[in-house]
């Protein structure tokens, strides 16, 4: 247990029992992992691969089965844990007949804000959200992005130290993307920890620091993001080869292309462009460059999401 950690989940394990169904479905096995304070960090997987059920259990919203959540140190069931939290769910929703104003004063009331500091709160985050014009307009009249927007102006209310964000950017055009993530590397800048949900990889690989991976409930990978893309592919350029090594090449390869000047492979793994090299070798080619390749996070995901067991 460390203070040092925003949040430090040992062990979790979250497994449902449906009403009139027998099966059981275990939505998160023996999933640890540590955020440090203040960085910005991403969680990702396919659907139903234990996300929103695993930022659940640190709201307190989900009691896990086993193992401990824990939050500046603090067990995440204890309310002390939760007051320094904002939280933005997928697909919130806030009664359509209040103004922008009205919603942001009722859910500063509910963190306990004095109306004086609520008076001078909600403008500024209006303003910092890009809806200064709109605290008077019913919410009824928001679009999707403006939704978000307001939102994140709803976790931001009581100046959080984490920020627990679900599909943040979802809805919002690519301007208003690049604006909130303006907003989130000004809070991290000030020591605010972001924990970010999202299926975009693109986004999170261009904001976050972090990464962790689930896959069917299980942690599969976890690390910082320039570590984890750099250096995991190899490109070999060859001289041309006859049919059968070019055959063998293909099916081992990620990728085979015919150039101006002989032949570009490229591979996924140091093992796998020693399998290459070996090939080119016992063709007769010549082996004109070996050249080490940064694969995107998306890469990395795919890779991980289809290995057959996580690690």
Not at 31 to 52: E, H, I, W
Not at 93 to 120: C, H, I, Q, V, W
């Amino acid at each position: 247990m460390t203070t040092d950690c925003a949040i430090e989940a040992a062990g979790l394990e979250k497994i449902y029992q449906p009403r009139f169904r027998n099966r059981q479905i275990r939505a998160l096995s023996n999933v640890s992992l540590q955020v440090p304070a203040g960085v910005k960090f991403g969680l990702l997987g396919p659907n139903g691969a234990g996300k929103t059920t695993f930022v659940k259990i640190l709201v307190s919203a989900v009691r896990p089965t086993a193992g401990t959540a824990r939050l500046f140190g603090k067990h995440a069931t204890e309310p002390e844990a939760r007051r320094p939290v904002g939280y933005l769910p997928e697909n919130h929703r806030f009664p359509t007949y209040l103004t922008a104003n009205g919603m942001l004063d009722f859910y500063s009331a509910l963190s306990g804000m004095e109306p004086r500091d609520r008076k001078r709160r909600i403008p500024e985050l209006l303003d910092l959200v890009g809806l200064k014009t709109w605290g008077d307009a019913r919410i009824k009249k928001f679009s999707k992005g403006m939704l978000q927007r307001l939102g994140l102006a709803q976790a931001l209310i009581h100046k959080p130290k984490l920020l627990l964000l679900d599909e943040p950017t979802d809805g919002v055009d690519p301007v208003g993307r690049r604006e909130i993530r303006d907003i989130l590397d000004r809070l991290t800048g000030t020591g605010v920890t972001v924990f970010i949900n999202s299926h975009l990889l693109s986004e999170v690989e261009t904001f976050c620091e972090y990464v962790a991976i689930l896959r069917k409930g299980e942690l599969a990978l976890q690390g910082k993001i320039s570590s984890l893309v750099a250096g995991r592919g190899f490109q070999v350029a060859c001289s041309p080869l006859p049919g059968p090594a070019m055959d063998r090449l293909r099916e081992i390869a990620a990728s085979v292309s015919v150039t101006e000047d002989g032949i570009e492979v490229q591979t996924e793994s140091r093992e796998r462009a020693n399998d290459v090299i070996d090939v080119i070798r016992g063709a007769g080619g010549l082996i004109e460059s070996v050249t080490a390749t940064n694969s995107s996070l998306e890469d990395v995901f795919i890779r991980v999401t289809r290995s057959e067991k996580a690690a």
